[in-house]
């Protein structure tokens, strides 16, 4: 199962999280296939909420952590979540990951989209958590319309 992962850089080691090995050694798994399973996007460099920040922060937040990243991983990261949610439509946020080279907005609002109609600055989301089987399977249905 293909998986991205959403990174705050300033958080890696610390007890609890991954270390930077850890996360190399993921961005480097490949299926028998040579399929690539994992990616990583931003989570930006310390996990405030986005729509709360001045434009010069929120920019810091993104290219900071898009510059750490890539530079760890060795490869682009062209996708941020937003912390909270934080910033979602926001005119501000969507300028500032542009300037940051971010192609995908990722929200935490849920939904399912289908390919007609993706607004990659406000990209809906599918959580996965803490809870049963049973319950993420209605999610899931309700959100794909099924």
Do not use: C
Request: aromatic residues 8%; without cysteine; glycine residues 8%.
């Amino acid at each position: 199962m293909k998986a991205t992962f959403f990174i705050v850089p300033n958080l890696i080691g610390e007890v609890g999280y991954m270390s930077w090995d850890q996360v190399r050694e993921m961005n480097n798994y490949r299926t028998e296939t040579g399929e690539k399973l994992f990616s990583f996007g931003s989570h930006s460099l310390t996990h405030r909420p986005l729509g709360d920040l001045s434009k010069e922060d929120i920019l810091f937040e993104m290219r900071e952590s898009k510059r750490i990243l890539e530079n760890q991983i060795g490869d682009p990261v062209n996708t941020i979540a937003l912390p909270f949610g934080s910033g979602a439509n926001n005119p501000k946020v969507i300028e500032a990951a542009r300037e940051s080279g971010f192609r995908v907005v990722r929200t935490s609002q849920p939904g399912a989209m289908t390919l007609d109609t993706i607004d990659l600055m406000h990209v809906l989301t599918f959580n996965v958590e803490n809870y049963s089987t049973d319950i993420f399977v209605q999610h899931m249905l309700r959100l794909t319309g099924r």
